[in-house]
């Protein structure tokens, strides 16, 4: 991996949008943050919570996907992890969250 793979401001831009763009559709409205990065694994953190009152969750992403993503492959991996973070820890009553 060179240097410049990690951190990129282009992939932490890139994203912010793609999660925000989702968190947007979700049923409940959530709050999202960059939290920095994880230089030891080589991970973008966001942070994602439901209200002020509330504790932020943590939404580590690998480099490697952003990279995916800036090339231009489909979103269908980040789709599948923000799916799965939101169904875990939104979920209303225990019912699946909302699915774009």
């Known amino acids: 991996?060179?240097?410049?793979?990690?951190?990129?401001?282009?992939?932490?831009?890139?994203l912010r949008e793609k999660i925000a763009q989702r968190l947007q559709s979700y049923e409940v409205p959530l709050e999202l943050a960059e939290r920095g990065v994880d230089h030891y694994r080589c991970c973008y953190r966001f942070g994602v919570r439901q209200s002020p009152d509330r504790n932020w969750l943590e939404l580590s992403i690998h480099f490697q996907l952003a990279e995916r993503l800036e090339s231009g492959r489909s979103s269908a991996e980040l789709d599948q992890m923000l799916t799965l973070f939101l169904e875990r820890h939104f979920a209303k009553d225990g019912a699946e969250g909302s699915r774009p």
Request: charged share 20%; net charge positive; no cysteine.
């Open 1 to 14: 991996m060179s240097r410049s793979s990690f951190p990129r401001p282009e992939h932490i831009a890139l």
